[in-house]
């Protein structure tokens, strides 16, 4: 080669001096890029709507085919069509298993989609240090990624839910690395995410061993006030989702004295779940992305009600409603009743209540309607579930009604007739206003030989 000009070796230089204070700021600033670039090309695959998490001044933002989209979302496999009409605009799918149907809905009603791939929990029935049982679920995963990455609702890919729940293995956190950067090399046009509980258990672990993923996601309900707080004390100062939030969850509820969950009437979980998306959600646009509220749908855990936004026939509940307004700023036209109490022999439910078997007990639910619609109520006893006892199985099992148990005797009041045998049972109702919309009520009581 020749003598470089003294010209020439000044501009070179500026140009090095220049690219290295640029590069000095980027590190620092992190808005000069992602933290995993697409590449660069001037036809995206079909179908494909690219998305990203940005530097934007202090804080983060999603962005959706270039478009800053904060994420207004629903976590359940139902009523899509109310889902959007309520203001949201995506779904959470915990696994690709019913992702075909479900993508495709969410397609037609104009939602996005945060897609599961489910990692199996560490357990006696897989062993992460068992490489060749990582290796075939690597495999499986593969497929799905391969066979959804280009789908147009897909909006980012979630690595498993709560496997940090009880597990500090070093070689499950791999994996989900592992998977992670798979999922960025079959697909680098959506970003990548792992769900962890609200505890933030062995959050060190990830935080140390999973730098492929793009945010963090939190399922969070009773303290989710507290996860942006708990998640910069745990060292992590970058993005996250709620990716579950709504009721106060049964094992954070207060007990009865025998050791079964208090539920919140569905008045009383609007109210929570207001106070908390307000907080720590909206509160937080500079790092949080978003949420996804849960249950919408129907489903039973612990209780056919406890996370449940609608009946089994449809009919909305009272979070629906204040969602709604949260993402639109405007309630829907119908709202859903409220319930303030039910009595048991006329006294109030509001503490814990033991009764005698195989007696009659009367039953009168104060509720009230925003329209002044008329109300009727549904009811059902059920078998109780003591939480120390209860296995994973048994809160997600439907518990069968006791039939025969209730007669109605109006439209708001009933007669309960006690089973003979003593044990923790749950006493429901449902108050229905004929137009859509419904409210819920469950008290957990106890049958003994004596009363008190």
């Known amino acids: 080669m020749g003598l ?57 933002q999603l962005q959706r085919n270039g478009k800053p989209y904060f994420i207004k979302g629903g976590a359940g496999l139902e009523h899509y069509d109310q889902l959007k009409a309520a203001g949201a605009n995506s779904v959470r799918l915990w696994s690709a298993d019913y992702a075909d149907d479900r993508m495709d809905e969410a397609q037609r009603q104009g939602l996005t989609v945060t897609l599961g791939v489910w990692l199996v929990h560490e357990s006696k029935q897989f062993d992460y240090n068992n490489t060749w049982e990582v290796e075939q679920q690597k495999k499986a995963i593969r497929e799905q990624v391969l066979r959804y990455r280009y789908h147009p609702a897909l909006l980012a890919w979630s690595v498993g839910n709560e496997v940090n729940y ?23 046009y959506h970003p990548v995410t792992s769900t962890v509980t609200s505890t933030l258990e062995n959050f060190d672990r990830i935080k ?37 939030f709504g ?81 639109t700023g405007k309630p829907p036209r119908n709202l859903s009743p409220q319930i303030q109490e039910l009595q048991v022999a006329g006294q109030s439910t509001l503490y814990d209540r033991q009764l005698l078997p195989d007696k009659d007990y009367s039953l009168k639910l104060i509720a009230t309607d925003p329209e002044n619609d ?20 048994v809160k997600s099992t439907p518990t069968v009604p006791i039939e025969h148990a209730i007669r109605a005797l109006s439209m708001l009041e009933a007669v309960l007739h006690t089973p003979r045998k003593p044990g923790p049972y749950r006493l429901s109702a449902t108050v229905l206003d004929g137009k859509g919309s419904a409210a819920t009520i469950g008290i957990p009581f106890l049958v003994v030989s004596g009363e008190k």
Request: proline share 5%; with cysteine.
């Open 4 to 60: 470089i000009s003294s010209k020439l070796l000044k501009n070179l230089r500026r140009w090095v001096v220049a690219s290295f204070i640029g590069s000095q700021v980027c590190l620092l600033v992190g808005a000069c890029s992602t933290k995993h670039e697409k590449p660069a090309t001037t036809q995206l695959p079909a179908g494909v709507v690219p998305v990203r998490v940005v530097r934007v001044g202090s804080g983060y």
């Open 208 to 244: 140390r061993l999973c730098p492929d993923l793009d945010f963090i996601s939190v399922n969070s309900f009773g303290n989710l006030y507290s996860v942006a707080d708990r998640l910069k004390r745990e060292g992590w100062h970058g993005p996250f989702l709620i990716t579950e």
């Open 166 to 188: 009880e597990s500090n293995n070093p070689l499950l956190y791999r994996a989900i690395n592992d998977i992670a950067r798979m999922v960025h090399e079959l697909d680098p």
């Open 247 to 327: 009721a106060r969850g049964y094992w954070e509820s207060p007990k009865t004295g025998w050791g079964t969950a208090k539920e919140q009437t569905s008045t009383q979980k609007a109210q929570f779940a207001r106070e908390r998306y307000e907080k720590a959600i909206a509160g937080n646009p500079t790092t949080c992305l978003g949420g996804y509220v849960f249950y919408w749908g129907n489903k039973f855990e612990y209780t056919s009600t406890w996370f449940s936004l609608f009946t089994p026939t449809g009919e909305k509940t009272a979070t629906v409603d204040v969602m709604q307004e949260l993402w």
């Open 374 to 393: 008329s109300l009727q109520a549904q009811w059902q006893l059920t078998p109780d579930a003591i939480l120390t006892d209860a296995s994973d199985i």
